[in-house]
């Protein structure tokens, strides 16, 4: 039987979600700090839905969150194997 620590049960939680999945593939896909209104026009959420899910990903350390001024830009945390290993398989998947 698989057992999982709660950090693994959390980390499924956190990438199970298809909404996270499509914000992960667009910060990674244009690769350049993104404001929340592009995250939304590239995944096609809607603006609360779009930070409530950043909030989670920020928060699980999967992306990184800069202010200038009182804007936040959002960037995928490469320093973070998980995210590593996601990259790698979008590019494999082509995605």
């Not at 057992?3 to 199970?16: D, F, H, W």
């Not at 690769?31 to 409530?52: D, H, M, P, W």
């Not at 928060?59 to 790698?88: C, H, M, W």
Request: aromatic share 10%; hydrophobic share 45%; net charge positive.
């Amino acid at each position: 039987m698989l057992r999982l620590n709660a950090a693994q049960k959390q980390l499924l939680e956190v990438i199970g979600n298809a909404s996270r999945l499509k914000i992960l593939l667009a910060l990674w896909k244009y690769n350049k700090e993104l404001k929340i209104y592009k995250i939304c026009q590239f995944t096609g959420l809607g603006r609360s839905a779009v930070r409530r899910h950043i909030q989670v990903l920020v928060e699980s350390g999967l992306i990184s969150k800069k202010l200038y001024g009182e804007i936040p830009l959002y960037t995928i945390n490469q320093d973070n194997f998980v995210v590593r290993a996601l990259t790698e398989f979008f590019a494999e998947a082509k995605l």
